[in-house]
DNA sequence: CCTACCGATCGGTAGG
DNA sequence: CCTACCGATCGGTAGG
C-alpha cells in the first residue's frame, strides 16, 4: 500500500466514529484501521476533532445540495416531498458510516462547528416546513397540520432507518422510499383517499 | 447531604451517559455529579459497565411492562395502536435520559448484555407487528402492508423524538401522541378517509 | 511515516 | 466514603 492522505485518515473516521462513537475511537485505532501509528495520523490533521468536523461537514453539505435541488424544482409539495424523502434516504444508504457519525457524533464538536452544523441541518429542515406549508395551503395536506411538528416527525422517521435498514437486504432503497412516502402521504388506514381536486 | 445509594450512582449514570455518552463519561465525572469521588463509587458498583447495564435493563423493562399491557387489552388494532404510541411517548418524556442512553448507548454493553437487551426490544417490537398483522388482516389498515417494516418505521419514527421533543413546551406529550397516532393512520393528505365498515 | 516520549486521564484496587 | 496508588491508555509533540 502506498502512503495516506487525508481523505483515507476521513474515511477511517467515518467508519470508527460510527462504529464506536467518537469517544469510544483512539486515534491509535484510526491508525491500526490504516495500518500506521496514531502518531502519524498528526501529519494530516492537527487534531482528533478536526476528523469528526470534516465527516460531519461532507454530510451536511450533502443534505444542503438536496435542499437547493427540490428548492430549485416545480411540482406538487408531495412531488417535492417525495424527492425529499428519497434524496434523504439515498444520502443515508450511500455512506451509511457519514451519516451515522453526523446524526450521533455531532453532539461532540467543538462548540463553534456544533453550532454551525446544528444551523446549516436547520436550514435543510426549514425546506422541509416549506414543502410541508406549501402542501398545507394548496389543500394537498391537512390545513390544521403543524407544520414544524411535522417536518420533526418526517425526519426522525428517515433518520431512524441508519439503525435497522440495509441495503444489502431484500428491499431496495428506493422501494423503501416509496413505502414512507406511502405512509406519509396516506397512512395506514386501508381505504384510498377520495381525491376531490 | 447524606450517603448515597446504588440507586442514586445509577441516577448519574442516566444523565452523564445520555448527555455525555457512556465513553464520554468517566467514573470521576459521576462521583462530581454526587459530590464525592471517582473511586468512592466502587462501593456501589463493581464496574461501569455495570452502570449501563442496569439504565438499559430498567428502561427495557418498562418497554416490556407497555406489551404487556397492550397485550392483556381488548379493542381495535387503531386502539392498540394508539395506546402503543402514547405509552412509548410516555417511557420516551418521563425520563428521557435513561430513554436516550437506552437508544444511543446500548451497543456499548458488554455482548452478553447487549444480545439481551436487543432480544427484549425484539419482543417488544413484535407486539407492534402483531398489533399492525391485527389491523391488516381485519382491514382497519392497508392489505398490502409490508408489516415488519412499518413496524421498523413506527418504532423510528417513535424514538427520532428523543432528539428534539421538549415537554416543557407548548406542545405536552398526549397531543404529540395524537399528533403521531393521526399521522400514521391517516397520513398527510387533507381530505379525511370514507370509512366503509 | 516512525520511534520515543510527554502530562493527563482512564477504570479500578488496597487499606483504612 | 477517603487517600494513595496501579498499569494502561489517552491526545498530542519532537525530531528525524
Chains 1, 2 share one sequence.
Not at 491509535?28 to 465527516?55: A, N, P, Q, T, W
Not at 432507518?161 to 386501508?190: C, V
Amino acid at each position: 500500500m502506498t502512503r495516506r492522505s487525508r481523505a483515507d485518515v476521513v474515511a477511517a473516521a467515518r467508519v470508527l466514529f460510527a462504529d464506536q462513537g467518537f469517544h469510544g475511537t483512539s486515534m491509535r485505532d484510526l491508525g491500526k484501521e490504516l495500518g500506521i501509528r496514531g502518531s502519524s495520523l498528526y501529519s494530516h490533521v492537527v487534531s482528533k476533532d478536526e476528523l469528526l468536523v470534516d465527516v460531519v461537514r461532507e454530510a451536511a453539505s450533502r443534505f444542503q445540495t438536496l435542499a437547493d435541488e427540490v428548492n430549485a424544482m416545480s411540482g406538487t409539495a408531495k412531488q417535492k416531498l417525495s424527492r425529499l424523502v428519497q434524496g434523504h434516504l439515498r444520502i443515508l444508504v450511500e455512506d451509511p458510516h457519514q451519516a451515522r457519525t453526523f446524526l450521533n457524533e455531532i453532539r461532540f464538536l467543538p462548540e463553534f462547528e456544533r453550532e454551525e452544523a446544528v444551523a446549516m441541518f436547520d436550514r435543510y429542515q426549514e425546506t422541509f416546513r416549506e414543502v410541508i406549508e406549501t402542501g398545507r395551503l394548496g389543500h394537498e395536506f391537512r390545513s390544521d397540520l403543524d407544520v414544524p411538528l411535522t417536518a420533526n416527525l418526517i425526519l426522525s422517521l428517515l433518520n431512524g432507518t441508519t439503525r435497522w435498514f440495509n441495503s444489502e437486504g431484500t428491499l431496495d432503497t428506493e422501494t423503501l422510499g416509496d413505502e414512507i412516502h406511502q405512509l406519509l402521504t396516506g397512512g395506514l388506514a386501508s381505504v384510498s383517499k377520495v381525491d376531490l381536486t
